[in-house]
């Protein structure tokens, strides 16, 4: 069984960071990609970023360079850090796993910026 820990949500000013981790525990066999979606009230689920095992990454077309992406591979965590943050970026933040035959995500973490 496997299990994704999140945290670092929090309520953050207009313009301001917050950094998010999520760690994968449980029976890990493989991890193909890790990454972050976010869903605001009355929206569908976005991708905001996600990251391979191999270093590729790839961002929504929202992020506009603000938001980057990392990864511990020793640790099977990844991590978000969100700069230049808005009210519009204000949602649930989700972790995802790909781990090859099965996907598995977090609870979600709120983040809400006031503006």
């Known amino acids: 069984q496997v299990q994704l820990v999140e945290s670092g949500g929090g309520v953050v000013q207009a313009g301001g960071s917050l950094r998010l981790s999520c760690a994968v525990a449980?029976?890990?066999?493989?991890?193909?990609?890790m990454g972050w979606y976010r869903q605001a009230v009355g929206e569908q689920r976005e991708m905001v970023a996600r990251?391979?095992?191999?270093?590729?990454?790839a961002y929504g077309d929202f992020v506009k360079g603000r938001f980057s992406i990392s990864r511990d591979n020793a640790k099977n965590a990844c991590y978000l850090q969100m700069t230049g943050l808005q009210a519009e970026d204000t949602a649930v933040y989700y972790c995802?796993?790909?781990?090859?035959?099965?996907?598995?995500w977090g609870q979600g973490t709120q983040v809400t910026v006031s503006s």
């Open positions: 990251i391979t095992w191999d270093d590729k990454t």
């Open positions: 449980g029976n890990v066999v493989g991890i193909r990609a």
């Open positions: 995802n796993a790909d781990l090859y035959k099965i996907g598995a």
